[in-house]
């Protein structure tokens, strides 16, 4: 991107959830399910004194892409983390499933996950996890018919269970600024101290799990620029490809092949993640 | 082929439910073809291995490896009754302390690993396989969502060995920006934050809590009792058209779920405005 391009450029990180959505989907086609008119927030955050929204962090947009029935679940970055909580789940999960229903009932109808996600709600723990579980199902069932398209822009990034979510879409597009990965550097940190993970290493935590090396590595499928239209664009030409003859979470073979190679007595750099798995994988 | 010399509640139930040997050379991920109401049936537990290639997950963790392995070891099974109308019982033997937090783990993208697993069980589930996760140790965060979230149902024993959560106290705390002390009061009084099963059997998402003598050192009134109840969820499974998982929405505590459900197919079918 030229200088005169980054001027110009709509920014996709810079939309809100619902302007992320209404960018994807065909001009004026978007109609919002559960908007914060209807003010379903978290009973949980509620119960703790924490603030709730009125849309709890996701928003439900139905319309169409290329003229086909989609449905795309943004997830609001910046309330609370994008952490999952019952309700936020049971929008996406319930979506997927209507979705589903939709396909069988021979209404073709796709979607879309913009995934800014810290991963389950601490505040909501095991409802945010069982929501979770709930919309990996129904991804699982979903995509055998229409292609689901995990979106990660940025900056929240896509963490903890959700990022088991976007290992189950169909095809997964990310920025450079979008990180992918289970286990936030916080919580390694933690959970393993920090000679196993520095938290405050950036370089560290995109090298590894940034949107290039991802992408550079066949964890997703496409990097994108912070680019609204492009963004778009690649969500369509996606679509037209269709369901994959194979899902990426499917391959089990060749990862247990690659990573047998793998000598673990010393930690990987970004290059040997990139040598093991290639292109080729 | 390994058969014994294990340690966790896993690999202790998995001896007792499945005898014989493995089906593969795998030292963490156990799987056993028995039977199970006189049919066919896929045992499998992640076990601690203490030489584990990957030392983050030497302690019953679920990692790269295993994850993969789980995944590897559903879609045989979907793979050789792919057409037989009979698909055989997958029963996950749940006790998995979390999943293995750690630098290479994150570096080879465990996220995928367990992704593998947990659409594996999914796809066997939509398959027609009927799937149980019986929890008879931990069943923490990604671990369990890789291995036994997908089942058809749930079942877990009461005792104070028996956990589930979505992150253990400490870095629940750093997330949350509390200390644990405040978070295990919290914990008190929101169900949905507990660590004990009552809470969590509270959400609904359990389909029968069992009370054996003991989860660690089993009884054979206490093996009995576990047989029984899974050749009952079977026969609930097999009673029920409903492949997803609808029957944990009905929970006391789950009302929120419901509603944003009803809602959401209210409001499904109508105008796309312009």
Not at chain 1, 248 to 277: K, N
Not at chain 2, 138 to 160: E, K, T, V, W
Not at chain 2, 259 to 270: D, I
């Amino acid at each position: 991107m030229n200088i005169e391009q980054l001027l110009n450029r709509d920014s996709f990180i810079e939309r809100s959830a619902r302007n992320r959505a209404r960018a994807l989907l065909d001009a004026g086609s978007m109609r919002e399910l559960i908007g914060p008119f209807d003010r379903v927030t978290s009973p949980w955050l509620a119960q703790q004194k924490l603030v709730t929204q009125s849309d709890d962090g996701v928003v439900v947009a139905k319309g169409t892409v290329d003229g086909v029935a989609t449905v795309v679940l943004a997830i609001e970055g910046a309330f609370q983390g994008g952490s999952m909580g019952e309700v936020g789940g049971a929008k996406i999960a319930g979506a997927l499933e209507l979705a589903a229903d939709d396909n069988r009932a021979g209404i073709p109808t796709q979607a879309v996950i913009v995934f800014e996600t810290g991963g389950v709600r601490l505040q909501e723990a095991n409802l945010g996890l069982a929501a979770i579980a709930e919309i990996q199902s129904a991804i699982v069932d979903l995509r055998r018919y229409r292609p689901v398209i995990g979106v990660s822009a940025g900056t929240v990034g896509c963490y903890g269970g959700m990022s088991i979510a976007a290992g189950l879409c169909s095809y997964l597009v990310l920025t450079r600024e979008a990180r992918l990965g289970l286990n936030g550097p916080q919580v390694i940190e933690q959970e393993a101290g920090i000679a196993e993970f520095d938290a405050r290493n950036r370089a560290l935590i995109w090298g590894l799990t940034g949107g290039q090396q991802r992408a550079a590595t066949g964890l997703a499928d496409a990097l994108v620029d912070d680019d609204t239209a492009q963004v778009r664009s690649l969500v369509v030409d996606l679509f037209r490809a269709g369901v994959p003859a194979e899902h990426r979470s499917d391959r089990y073979a060749h990862y247990l092949e690659r990573l047998a190679r793998f000598d673990t007595a010393g930690q990987p750099e970004a290059a040997d993640v990139r040598a093991l798995y290639g292109k080729d994988l | 082929m390994n058969t014994a010399n294990h340690t966790s509640n896993g690999g202790t139930w998995l001896d007792l439910l499945a005898g014989g040997a493995d089906v593969y050379d795998w030292p963490a991920v156990r799987v056993r073809d028995a039977s199970l109401a006189g049919a066919p049936a896929r045992f499998i537990a992640v076990v601690p291995d203490a030489a584990n290639r990957f030392p983050r997950a030497r302690t019953g963790e679920v990692g790269l490896v295993e994850g993969w392995q789980l995944a590897q070891a559903v879609h045989e099974v979907i793979n050789a009754d792919r057409a037989s109308s009979n698909k055989r019982a997958i029963v996950a033997v749940i006790d998995v302390t979390s999943q293995a937090y750690g630098r290479r783990e994150e570096a080879f993208g465990i996220h995928q690993a367990l992704a593998g697993a947990a659409g594996a069980y999914a796809q066997a589930r939509l398959a027609g396989h009927p799937v149980i996760g019986l929890i008879v140790g931990l069943a923490m965060s990604g671990a369990f969502l890789a291995h036994g979230y997908q089942a058809n149902r749930l079942i877990a024993f009461d005792d104070p060995g028996v956990m589930v959560h979505a992150m253990g106290k400490a870095s629940a705390a750093r997330i949350t920006l509390r200390s644990v002390e405040a978070l295990e009061a919290l914990a008190q009084s929101v169900p949905p934050m507990a660590y004990d099963i009552h809470s969590y059997a509270s959400l609904g998402l359990l389909w029968k809590v069992l009370q054996p003598s003991s989860a660690s050192a089993p009884s054979s009134d206490d093996v009995a009792l576990v047989t029984t109840t899974l050749e009952a969820a079977l026969a609930d499974i097999a009673n029920d058209t409903r492949k997803y998982l609808a029957t944990r929405f009905d929970g006391e505590h789950r009302a929120a779920s419901r509603r944003v459900r009803q809602l959401l197919r209210e409001q499904w079918k109508g105008e796309t405005s312009a």
